[in-house]
Each structure stands twice: as C-alpha cells, then as structure tokens.
C-alpha cells in the first residue's frame, strides 16, 4: 500500500467516525424529544417552535459551513462543529424553558448544518483522492449510527434525558480531541480538489438547484417514512409495537443499500445506480400503498429504504464537483423536503385518505427516476 493510498484509508476512517457520531446525536435528540417536551411543560405548539428554531439553526449553518468550507478550514469545521453540537446537546437537556429551548436547539441547528456540510465537503476530496466511490459506505456510517443511536435511546429509557444528552456529548467530545492531530492532517495528501466546474455559470447554477430538487424529492420520503411508517401499519390494524417495525425496516433497507452502494457505483455508475433504485423505490411504496395487508406494507417500506439509499450520496457528490457552497445549496434544499415532507403529507391526508397521500413520494421518486440522467451526466466515475 503506498503512502497516499494508507492517508487516503485513514482519513475515509475518520470520516467514518465523524458520520457515525452525528447519527447518533441525532437519534439520540430525536428519540428523547417527549422527556424534553415533559420537563419543560411544552405544548404541541411550543415544541413545533423548538423543532422550527433547530431547523432555522440548521439552516443557517448549512449556509454559513458553504462559505466557510475551505480546504485549509475544513479539519477546523470538523472539530467545531462537532464539539459545538456535542455542547448543544448537553445544554438542550438542562433546558426547563420555552426560551431556553428555542437558544439552545438554534445553536443545536447551526452546529448541525456546519459539521454536515464540512463532513460532506471533506468526503467529497476523500473520494476525489480515492479515485474511487466512498460516499455511500460513508453516509452509511450515518444510518448505522442513528440506529445505534435509537437503541441506546431505547435502552436507556428510564434515564433522565439530561443525563443522556450530557454522557452522549462528553463521549463525543472526548472521541473528537482525542482524533483531533488526524483530523488537522486532513488538509494534507490525502485530499485533493474537486474537478474544476466546466461550462457558463448559469448552467451550473441550474444543475445545482435541480441536484437540490432531487434531493428535496428524496428527503421528503424520508421524513414521511419516519413520520408516517408506523401509522401507515397502524391503520392496517396493526399493533402499536408492530407498527415500529415498519420504519426499522425502512432504515435497514436504506442502510444495506448504502453499504453496497459504492460497489454497484463503481460498477454501473451513479445514474444507473440512482435511476434503477429511484423506480424500484416508487413501485415497492406504490405496492405497499395499495395493496391492504401488513406484509405488503412492510416490504413496500423496506424496498423504499433500498431504493432511496444511494440517492443522496450520489446527489451530493455531484455537487461537489461545484463546490462547498453548492453542497450547501443542496444540502438545505434537501432539508426543506425533510422538514416539510411530513406536514404535506398529512395536509393530503386529512384531505383525501393517509393511503392515497403516500403515493406522493412514490410518485416523487419516479419523478426522480426520470430526472436523474440530466442531473448526474457528468458525474460517473
């Protein structure tokens, strides 16, 4: 192995890490969100505005980490972001108050949004310098580890909150300085620059914002999976406990179809790998949809994991090629898809039935199927 081909290793296994971390913090903040709501005395509406607040903190860091995310500042970003999101999380558990909350998941968000695109950005390089898919395996480490994240959750039920956030983030913390010397040598060898953007700037503007689209298209299935999964099995009459297991399945789907997505990349390239998935997820959704039975809705939401696995990282290492600020640019419009994905679909469902309101994002992810050889053309390895 030579000297650039063992740096390139060890920064693909620091970003490992630095993925699997932020699944956790976020699983674990998410699954915890009705003890904080309890010891604050929130209502529905109070912690709409703290989830609303995390998404404008977000938001603004995605936007910020773009203008920042220079090679020489990406190590920096990295450890920051990290050890401000770890600081977020503590604080968010000693919150009581409404606007105790509403500071701290800002600062949460905006921690959030600058590690994302400076964890993005650097894998970008790491697989530039890999000369080789890497993207999948990586937000792979993601899944994996808001998985590990839900189960530690789950585990530790009857622990105070406050005492997980903090335990969580001192664990965090500590992991991040003791890789803090292999972090700063990520501006080193094994990083190179993206390829240099070809063509009129308004072209590239127009690939970047329907690179976002996609994205947005594929996010919105996402936070429909995880919002809407279980009541899908519920009102098939299945049991509370059982219904869980939809969403479970969904995020196995999605992390097998990462963790395999760089090889079948490497072999057939991402639109193949994007547009082949992208239908398979539409017709797997669609069939769970309309066909009435439990066993059928559990397959159609795993097949839509799978399907949808390798579309964002693929999204996203396309608009590396432009740049930082167009990860960010995609990165926030796919987030808009995550945040509003499930208010639409409930919107559709008071208005029309929960079963024909989740043909959207099978319909999405056709749309999606189709797009994907102007959004990705030039992108095969």
């Known amino acids: 192995m030579s000297r650039t081909d063992a740096s390139v290793r060890r920064s693909r296994v620091l970003l490992t890490g630095y993925f699997f971390g932020l699944g956790v913090v976020m699983a674990v903040w998410g699954a915890r969100m009705p003890a904080v ?54 604080l968010l558990g000693q919150c009581r ?14 921690a959030h949004g600058v590690l994302d695109v400076a964890a993005n950005t650097a894998a970008v390089r790491c697989q530039n310098a890999a000369d080789r898919p890497v993207m999948s395996s990586l937000h792979a480490a993601y899944s994996i580890g808001a998985l590990g994240g839900a189960a530690l959750a789950a585990a530790t039920a009857r622990t105070a909150h406050s005492a997980l956030f903090l335990a969580t983030a001192l664990a965090l913390t500590a992991t991040v300085l003791v890789a803090g010397p292999r972090t700063l040598a990520l501006s080193g060898a094994d990083q190179s620059e993206p390829p240099e953007p070809q063509g009129p700037g308004q072209g590239r503007a127009g690939s970047v914002w329907l690179l976002g689209a996609l994205a947005a298209a594929s996010l919105l299935g996402e936070g429909a999976a995880a919002d809407w999964a279980a009541v899908h099995l519920h009102t098939l ?26 090889r079948l990349t490497a072999a057939i390239g991402a639109p193949a790998l994007v547009r082949t998935g992208a239908a398979l997820a539409a017709v797997g959704l669609a069939t769970g949809v309309l066909v009435d039975s439990v066993p059928a809705a559990l397959a159609g939401w795993a097949v839509f994991g799978l399907g949808l696995s390798g579309t964002v990282p693929s999204l996203i290492t396309a608009a590396g090629r432009h740049g930082p600020r167009a990860v960010a640019t995609v990165s926030v419009t796919g987030y808009l898809g995550l945040l509003a994905g499930p208010a639409v679909i409930g919107a559709l469902a008071s208005a029309t039935t929960l079963s024909t309101a989740l043909l959207l994002p099978s319909l999405l992810a056709a749309a999606l199927a189709a797009l994907t050889r102007r959004a990705l053309e030039n992108t095969a390895p």
């Not at 903190?57 to 020489?72: I, K, N, S, T």
């Not at 108050?97 to 905006?110: K, R, V």
């Not at 479970?248 to 097998?256: D, K, P």
């Open 237 to 262: 009459h299945a049991t509370t406990a059982f219904s869980a297991t939809a969403f479970a399945l969904y995020s196995t789907g999605m992390a097998i179809g990462r963790l395999t997505g760089d």
């Open 97 to 110: 108050t409404l606007a105790s909350l509403l500071a701290a998941a800002l600062a949460f968000g905006a």
């Open 37 to 90: 709501q309890h010891a604050a005395h929130l209502t529905t509406a109070g912690l709409s505005l703290v989830l609303l607040a995390a998404a404008v903190g977000m938001v603004a860091g995605l936007q910020a980490g773009g203008r920042l995310a220079r090679p020489d500042r990406l190590p920096l970003l990295l450890i920051g972001g990290a050890v401000a999101l770890a600081a977020a999380l503590a």
